[in-house]
């Protein structure tokens, strides 16, 4: 069974400051999928991956993918408060099916 | 273009009715995906389907819950007979499905449904 995992799960930060979440996946895949969420609405597409070493960039965040080492990680720079929101990364399998991380609450604080 | 469009937005509903979701996907998209994502569980995909045909189901909970897609520009999602714990946020996606699951998906808004 494919398992995504996302850590932290939770983050709080200052607004400047850089962090890296991470989204670690268990079995092979052939894309992946970041998104975000904001507070009572739905899901946006932030980024798709779709393949090793790939990097995508947009604003202050950037997400890249090792299928070697099934990793993904979706790093911020330079914080500000319009990231808070809930960022999901989504594993793809063959069979069309998204299989979605638990999520990463980022609260940026002034 | 509109857009994935759910209704309703908002259900509350009491136990033991009937419920029906509904969702227009974005014109031209022959995948069409539900969810429901609680607080305990998260994001969970409960069917989806490809020119109209049902390809996984096997995340509906249970008999309870069936889904349907009569042509490509409408399903529904129906809770009969609804009980508590199914009160959550459904939402409905599409994609253009060029291969299967193979290109980014589009959330609809939601039907937050509560029931009493």
């Known amino acids: 069974e494919l398992k995504v995992e996302q850590n932290p799960l939770f983050l709080s930060m200052q607004e400047g400051k850089n962090y890296t979440i991470y989204c670690n996946y268990s079995t092979t895949s052939d894309r992946l999928y970041w998104y975000r969420q904001d507070p009572g609405k739905s899901l946006e597409s932030l980024f798709v991956l779709l393949s090793n070493g790939a990097v995508k960039q947009e604003g202050r965040l950037m997400a890249s993918l090792d299928t070697k080492a099934r990793l993904s990680t979706l790093h911020i720079t330079a914080a500000v408060h319009d990231l808070s929101a809930t960022y999901f990364c989504?594993?793809?399998?063959?069979?069309?099916?998204?299989?979605f991380g638990q999520g990463t609450t980022l609260q940026v604080k002034p | 273009d509109a857009g994935v469009i759910q209704s309703p937005r908002h259900e509350v509903t009491e136990m033991g009715q009937e419920v029906t979701l509904r969702c227009k996907p974005i014109?031209?998209?022959?995948?069409l995906f539900w969810y429901r994502q609680t607080m305990m569980r998260g994001l969970e995909l409960l069917i989806y389907f490809n020119n109209n045909v049902p390809i996984d189901d096997s995340g509906m909970p249970e008999d309870r819950f069936s889904a349907k897609m009569p042509n490509a520009s409408f399903s529904t999602l129906k809770i009969q007979p609804s009980e508590p714990r199914d009160s959550a946020v459904y939402f409905c996606a599409s994609n253009a499905g060029l291969r299967i699951g193979t290109d980014t998906q589009y959330f609809g808004p939601g039907t937050r449904l509560t029931v009493l």
């Open positions: 989504a594993v793809a399998r063959n069979t069309g099916k998204l299989i």
């Open positions: 014109s031209g998209h022959n995948s």
